[in-house]
C-alpha cells in the first residue's frame, strides 16, 4: 500500500499541475469571450447557413456506371505509374480476399456445430497444414510486398525524386494560406525575385506538354497540393520547402484541391489550374512579365514573398 | 478441481501487498474502488457513454456529407440554433475532430483496455487482482478527470477544438485555432495519456509477476497476449505522444516556439511544425496495433472456444502479434510520405510497412485453419468474432494501397484513408469489443445478454458499416479529400453524391443499431437469465469460479496444468473442454516446483 505522506504528495502535485493547466489555458484565450465575440460568431453562422451551399448531382451522364467511381482521368506522362500500382495491388489483394472469404463462409458452413458432428482435435502442427500456411504467406510476401517495393523504388529514382532539368522546365512558386493559392513565375527574365515576376492568386497556368517544376512553402498552416488529373500531391509547410514535379498533356481547366485540414473554410481552398497550348502560354508570360515590370511597386510587400529557388 | 491448488495462505504471504477487505459503502464499492472488476465496469460505463457522443457525431457527419446545407432533421434547430438547424462549416470542423478523438482515446481504448484488460488480466492469470490496485483506481479517475475536461470543452465560447484529431501545428497554435476548446483537449489528452500509462504499467507487471503457478507465458489465452503487447507499446509511446501535447501547450499557452517555423514566427527561432508529426505518429502507428491488438487477441481465443477446436498453431499467432508489436514501432513514417522526406526513409518505411503482410499472413491463416474441421456455434460473441475476421481482412489488405509510396502519393488525405482506417481500428477494434462484451457480459454481471436482440444487433451494425466503408474507400478513389464540410464545391467530386447517400443512409442504420445494444446490455444486467458459472463451455480460469466473479476472484489461487485452448481432447470423454487449472492424467502438466512463480 502506498504511504499516505506519498499520497498526500501526489495529490498535490495533481491538484498544482491541473491548476497550472487550466489557469494557462485560460490566459491563452486571446480575446476574452465576450458577448460580443459571441455575438459575431453567432452572426457568421446565420450569415453561413443562408448562403447557397454547392450541390452535389447525379451519375456522370453518358458514362459508363463504374466510370463515376474512378478518379478523373490521368492527363499526366507519369501518373501512368500510380494508377498502374494501384490496379495490380487492387486486383491481387481482391484475389487474396476472395480466397478468404471463401474460407471463412465455406468453413462456416461446412464445420458448423451439429447432432452427429464433432471437433478435431488438432493444433495446426501437421505438415501438410504448416505447407498451406507457409504457401499462402509466401505467396502474399512475393505477390504484394516484392512487386510493391520495387515499384516504390523504380518510381521514387525514376520518377519522384528524379526532377527534370533543362530550359523546358517551367518552374513555379506556390504558397498556399488560409483560404487561397499565391503563385509565382519567374518571368522574362527567368529569375525569381526581380521586378518582372509574375504574380497570380487561386490559378496556376500551364503550358502543355512541358515539366513542370515546383517549389512550394505555406504562409500560415499545412496546406496540401491535390492535383487528381496530374496523380499529384504534396504538402505545403510552413517553414520547410517541399519539391515536386509533373506533366500534363491536355489543355484545359482543371481544378486544384487543399488536400490538408487547414481551417473553417479548407473545403473552399480551391484553385483552377489553366494548362495553355505552349505557344499561348507564351504569349501569356511575356504580356504578365511586362505588365509585372511596368507595375512594380516597391512599397508592395504582400507580392514579393519567395525565397531563393534551388534544387 | 486440482490436488495442486496453492493455498491461500501461502498466497497471502506473497501477495499481502494487495490485499485489501471488501468494501461494504457505496462510496468504496462503486466510486473509488481498487477491485480491478469494478474498474473494469467503470471503464465500460464510460466507454459507453464516449462511444454514444462519438456515434453522434459521426452522424452528423454524413448528414453534412450527403446532405450540404440542409437542416438536420428534428433535432437540428436546438443543436444549432444560430443557422437554422445547418451544421455551420466550423462546426463541422470540430465535429469531425471529436469524433475521431472522442472514438479513439475515450470509447475504444477504455473498452478495450481499460474494460477488457481490466477485467481478463487478473481473472484469466488467476490472479485475486492487478498488481497495483491504487494505480489502477488512479488510472481510471485519471481518465474521469480527463473526461470531464474534454466534456467541458464543448461548451467554452468559440466551441471545442476543431483542428482534426491529429493536432497538427500550425494550425493547432492559438493564432489559427484560437480559443480555450484546443487547450482543453490537449489537458485533456495529456491526462487521457497518464491513465493509459498507469494502466500499461499494471497491466505489463501484472502479466509479468502475477501469472497462476505453471502458467508460462505460452499457457496465457491469446487475449492476454494481445492485452500484454498493446500495453507494452503504450507504455513506451504513451509518453512520447504526451511530451508532444505538452510542448504544443507550452507552444499555445505560454509562447514557446517547439512547433513555429521560423519563417513565421516573430523572433526567427527554429521551430518545426513537422518535428509536431514525427512526435504524433511514433505514437501514432502503434496507436493503430494498440487498439487492434486486444481485439486480435480476444478473436484469436474465441474463435477457438466457439469451434470447440485447440487454436490453430497458438505460439506462431503470439509470435505473430509480438513481431507486428516491433514492427508497428518501425512504419510511422507512412503517415508522412507527403511532407517531402528523404527517399531513402520513404523507401525504408515502404518496405517496413509491407512486411507486417507476412505476420498479419501467419495469424490470419490460423484464424481459419481454428474453423477448419471445427464445430463452429454461432453463438453472439462468434458472429462478432468472425466479422472481425472478415472486416480486419478488408483493412489489412487496403493497407497495401497506402503502405507504398507510389499509391499513396495520390490516396494521402482521401476517403481512402478514411475508409481503410475505419475497418482496422474503427470496425475491427468494436467489433472485436463487441465480441468481448458479449462474451464476459455473464462473468461481469451474472447474467446473460439476450441472444436473439443480439443477432439483430449483429447483422444490422456489420452489413451497413461494410457497405458504409467501401463506400468511403470507393469515394476516395474517386478522388474525394477528407474533412471538407461541403465536397462538392468542387466540379469533380459533384457526381460523387449518390455513393455518398448510400454511405450515409448506411451509418444512419448502423447507428440506430447500437440501440439495441444498450438497450440489451442495461436489461439484460437486470434480467437477463441467470448465467451460470461455465455459459460457453470454457476452460480458462474465470469460467472455473462463479458468475458473477466474486471478491478476489479465487478462493485458492490456481494453479495451470494446461494450455488455454484444451478442446475435443480426445482423452476427456463426459465434456469436450478442459479446465486450465485441472489435471487429467495424460493429457496435462504436472506442477514442477521449479516452474512456479510462487
Given at each position: ?64 456506371f463504374?466510370?463515376n467511381y ?27 480476399f476472395?480466397?478468404?472469404a ?210 | ?54 456515434a453522434?457525431?459521426s452522424m452528423?457527419i454524413r448528414w453534412?456529407v450527403a ?320 466479422s472481425?475476421?472478415f472486416t480486419f481482412g478488408l483493412g489489412?489488405?487496403t ?16 476517403y481512402f484513408?478514411v475508409g481503410h482506417?475505419h475497418f482496422t481500428?474503427a470496425v475491427a477494434?468494436l467489433l ?25 444487433h449483429f447483422w444490422l451494425s456489420v452489413v451497413p458499416i461494410v457497405v458504409l466503408f467501401m463506400a468511403m474507400m470507393v469515394a476516395g478513389y474517386a478522388?474525394m ?15 460523387l453524391l449518390p455513393i455518398n447517400i448510400v454511405a450515409s443512409v448506411s451509418a444512419f442504420i448502423a447507428g440506430a443499431a447500437q ?84
Amino acid at each position: 500500500m502506498m504511504s499516505h505522506h506519498l499520497r498526500r504528495k501526489l495529490r498535490l502535485t495533481w491538484g498544482l499541475a491541473a491548476g497550472l493547466a487550466l489557469g494557462g489555458a485560460w490566459i491563452s484565450l486571446p480575446e476574452k469571450a465576450t458577448a460580443q465575440t459571441v455575438e459575431t460568431i453567432h452572426q457568421q453562422r446565420q450569415d453561413q447557413a443562408s448562403q447557397v451551399h454547392a450541390q452535389g448531382s447525379g451519375h456522370l451522364p453518358g458514362k459508363p456506371f463504374l466510370d463515376n467511381y474512378k478518379p478523373p482521368q490521368d492527363l499526366s506522362t507519369e501518373g501512368h505509374r500510380i494508377n498502374w500500382l494501384f490496379e495490380y495491388t487492387s486486383w491481387v489483394t481482391f484475389g487474396f480476399f476472395v480466397v478468404m472469404a471463401t474460407a471463412l463462409f465455406y468453413f462456416a458452413y461446412a464445420f458448423r456445430a451439429r447432432p452427429g458432428h464433432k471437433a478435431e482435435y488438432s493444433k495446426g502442427k501437421s505438415f501438410w497444414e504448416q505447407t498451406v500456411k507457409w504457401t499462402l504467406d509466401a505467396a502474399v510476401f512475393i505477390s504484394l510486398d516484392l512487386v510493391l517495393i520495387w515499384a516504390t523504388y523504380k518510381d521514387t529514382a525514376e520518377y519522384f525524386w528524379n526532377y527534370p532539368k533543362g530550359p523546358e522546365v517551367v518552374k513555379v512558386m506556390v504558397m498556399p494560406q488560409q483560404w487561397a493559392w499565391n503563385f509565382k513565375y519567374a518571368g522574362a527574365d527567368g529569375e525569381f525575385g526581380t521586378e518582372d515576376d509574375i504574380n497570380t492568386i487561386n490559378e496556376m497556368r500551364l503550358p502543355k506538354g512541358r515539366p513542370i517544376m515546383i517549389q512550394m512553402k505555406a504562409k500560415d498552416v499545412i496546406h496540401g497540393f491535390l492535383f487528381m488529373e496530374a496523380r499529384m500531391q504534396m504538402d505545403a509547410i510552413p517553414g520547410n520547402i517541399t519539391k515536386f514535379w509533373f506533366d500534363i498533356n491536355k489543355a484545359g481547366e482543371f481544378e486544384l484541391a487543399c488536400a490538408h485540414m487547414c481551417g473553417t473554410y479548407h473545403y473552399k481552398m480551391k484553385a483552377f489550374i489553366r494548362v495553355m497550348e505552349q505557344e499561348d502560354y507564351a504569349k501569356w508570360t511575356t504580356e504578365a512579365s511586362e505588365w509585372s515590370k511596368a507595375t512594380f511597386d516597391p512599397e508592395e510587400k504582400s507580392a514579393q514573398w519567395g525565397w531563393k529557388w534551388g534544387i | 478441481m486440482s490436488g495442486h491448488d496453492v493455498s491461500l495462505d501461502q498466497i497471502h504471504s506473497a501477495h499481502d501487498h494487495h490485499l485489501h477487505p471488501e468494501p461494504k459503502t457505496i462510496w468504496s464499492k462503486y466510486i473509488i474502488s481498487y477491485d480491478h472488476k469494478m474498474i473494469a465496469k467503470q471503464f465500460l460505463l464510460l466507454g459507453i457513454f464516449w462511444a454514444a457522443v462519438g456515434a453522434i457525431l459521426s452522424m452528423l457527419i454524413r448528414w453534412a456529407v450527403a446532405f450540404p446545407g440542409q437542416p438536420i432533421p428534428l433535432v437540428g434547430a436546438l443543436l444549432f440554433p444560430h443557422s437554422n438547424g445547418v451544421i455551420p462549416p466550423d462546426a463541422y470542423s470540430w465535429i469531425f475532430t471529436m469524433h475521431g478523438t472522442i472514438m479513439i482515446f475515450f470509447a475504444i481504448t477504455p473498452v478495450l483496455i481499460g474494460c477488457l484488460g481490466n477485467f481478463c488480466i487478473p481473472l484469466m492469470l488467476g490472479a485475486r487482482d492487478m498488481i497495483f490496485p491504487w494505480l489502477n483506481m488512479a488510472s481510471f479517475w485519471t481518465m474521469f478527470a480527463s473526461s470531464i475536461v474534454m466534456f467541458a470543452s464543448f461548451f467554452v465560447p468559440m466551441g471545442p477544438s476543431g483542428v482534426g484529431w491529429t493536432s497538427y501545428p500550425t494550425l493547432a497554435h492559438s493564432q489559427w485555432s484560437p480559443g480555450l476548446g484546443h487547450s482543453l483537449w490537449l489537458v485533456a489528452l495529456f491526462l487521457a495519456g497518464t491513465s493509459s500509462l498507469m494502466g500499461a504499467i499494471n497491466y505489463v507487471t501484472t502479466i509479468v509477476r502475477l501469472r497462476a503457478p505453471g502458467m508460462g507465458y505460452f499457457d496465457m489465452p491469446l487475449t492476454i497476449w494481445g492485452l500484454w503487447l498493446a500495453s507494452i507499446l503504450n507504455a513506451l509511446f504513451i509518453p512520447v505522444l504526451t511530451a508532444g501535447f505538452l510542448l504544443l501547450y507550452l507552444d499555445r499557452v505560454f509562447g514557446t516556439k517547439f512547433f513555429l517555423a521560423a519563417a513565421i514566427s516573430e523572433t526567427g527561432t527554429q521551430g518545426d511544425p513537422i518535428l509536431y508529426q514525427h512526435l504524433f505518429w511514433i505514437f501514432g502507428h502503434p496507436e493503430v496495433y494498440i487498439v487492434i491488438l486486444p481485439a486480435w487477441g480476444v478473436v484469436s481465443d474465441l474463435l477457438s472456444f466457439f469451434s470447440r477446436k485447440p487454436a490453430f498453431g497458438a505460439k506462431w499467432t503470439a509470435g505473430s502479434m509480438t513481431a507486428i508489436s516491433i514492427l508497428s514501432a518501425l512504419v510511422y513514417g507512412h503517415h508522412m510520405f507527403t511532407t517531402g522526406l528523404s527517399p531513402l526513409l520513404t523507401s525504408a518505411f515502404t518496405t517496413l510497412t509491407l512486411l507486417i503482410s507476412i505476420p498479419s499472413g501467419i495469424f490470419f491463416l490460423n484464424w481459419l485453419g481454428t474453423l477448419w474441421r471445427g464445430s463452429i456455434q454461432f453463438k453472439v460473441p462468434m458472429l462478432f468474432t468472425m466479422s472481425v475476421v472478415f472486416t480486419f481482412g478488408l483493412g489489412g489488405l487496403t493497407g497495401l494501397h497506402l503502405g507504398a509510396v507510389t499509391t499513396n502519393v495520390m490516396l494521402h488525405n482521401t476517403y481512402f484513408v478514411v475508409g481503410h482506417f475505419h475497418f482496422t481500428m474503427a470496425v475491427a477494434a468494436l467489433l472485436g469489443g463487441y465480441a468481448g462484451v458479449y462474451f464476459w457480459f455473464p462473468k461481469m454481471f451474472g447474467r446473460m445478454m439476450d441472444e436473439k436482440l443480439g443477432k439483430w444487433h449483429f447483422w444490422l451494425s456489420v452489413v451497413p458499416i461494410v457497405v458504409l466503408f467501401m463506400a468511403m474507400m470507393v469515394a476516395g478513389y474517386a478522388g474525394m479529400h477528407r474533412r471538407i464540410y461541403n465536397p462538392y464545391e468542387y466540379n469533380y467530386l459533384k457526381h460523387l453524391l449518390p455513393i455518398n447517400i448510400v454511405a450515409s443512409v448506411s451509418a444512419f442504420i448502423a447507428g440506430a443499431a447500437q440501440l439495441i445494444f444498450v438497450w440489451n446490455f442495461f436489461r439484460s444486467m437486470y434480467k437477463g437469465a441467470v448465467a451460470s458459472a461455465n455459459p460457453w463451455g470454457v476452460g480458462t480460469f474465470e469460467w472455473s469460479i462463479p458468475s458473477p466473479a466474486p471478491h478476489y476472484n479465487f478462493d485458492r489461487i490456481p494453479s495451470c496444468h494446461n494450455g488455454p485452448h484444451e478442446f475435443s481432447n480426445p482423452a476427456m470423454k463426459d465434456r469436450d473442454f478442459i479446465y486450465q487449472n485441472e489435471y487429467v492424467e495424460g493429457v496435462s502438466r504436472k506442477l514442477e516446483p521449479a516452474t512456479s512463480n510462487h
